[in-house]
């Protein structure tokens, strides 16, 4: 089993709606997380982090359920440039290391 | 602020070969680490460093070897040249617990 795993999509959706991804990570000693963003053939550019009490940024809201250990994901009124595929990333406070998930492919249809 | 810098952008090696591809951050950072990506496998350790002086391996070093001379500068060598090592390289560094931020990447093949 990954340590972090995501939906690999992709997830095909209309210009405007709305789409949410999780992603589950096994280790409960993982302490942060985060969302990266990577377009086609570029590097992998932060999103957001993701905080306990959940935090949003414009369309982007990022929540953390430690309970169920999974992280999610919300765009709304998705937009044509919002076509990318989205990392997630657990981290554990000791240390820099940071786990990757395969990413979800995200494709907005006009 | 020129951030992560990575060269090549693309390289194509025969079977046997050997090169070094480089990473230079201007950040301060102390942790640099390289990657390679699969279509599929999402990012996967390679080596990383904590410090200059100070490498190790992570999840995939078989025919890669990593120094650490200076803070600036993380270069990954492959060794001899694999068609398996064809993949897309990127070289990260993050202070801690912060954003990680990337180079452009490499694109190797190896024929």
């Known amino acids: 089993r990954k340590e972090v795993e995501q939906d690999p999509g992709p997830f095909n959706v209309p210009e405007g709606a709305t789409v949410a991804f999780n992603c589950t990570y096994s280790?409960?000693?993982?302490?942060?997380f985060f969302w990266y963003r990577q377009d086609c053939r570029k590097e992998p550019k932060l999103l957001m982090s993701?905080?306990?009490?959940?935090n949003e940024d414009g369309r982007f809201t990022a929540q953390l359920n430690r309970a169920s250990q999974y992280i999610s994901l919300l765009i709304r009124d998705s937009k044509l440039s919002d076509s990318a595929t989205y990392l997630c990333?657990?981290?554990?406070?000791?240390?820099?290391?940071?786990?990757w998930g395969a990413g979800t492919k995200l494709i907005i249809k006009p | 602020n020129a951030g992560v810098t990575q060269t090549p952008k693309f390289q194509v090696l025969k079977t046997g070969q050997s090169m070094t591809l480089q990473c230079a951050q201007d950040?301060?950072?102390?942790?640099m680490s390289w990657y390679r990506q699969d279509p599929g496998m999402g990012l996967r350790l390679i080596h990383y460093?904590?410090?200059?002086?100070?490498?190790d391996q992570g999840e995939v070093p078989n025919g890669y070897n990593v120094s650490r001379s200076t803070t600036e500068d993380f270069p990954l060598r492959l060794l001899s040249a694999a068609p398996s090592q064809t993949s897309v390289y990127f070289c990260?560094?993050?202070?801690?617990?912060?954003?990680?931020?990337f180079g452009q990447g490499t694109r190797l093949t190896v024929v």
């Open positions: 990260a560094s993050l202070a801690e617990n912060t954003e990680a931020f």
């Open positions: 950040m301060n950072h102390e942790y």
């Open positions: 460093s904590v410090g200059a002086g100070i490498t």
């Open positions: 993701v905080y306990s009490s959940g």
């Open positions: 280790n409960s000693a993982s302490q942060s």
């Open positions: 990333v657990a981290s554990m406070d000791s240390n820099y290391q940071l786990i």
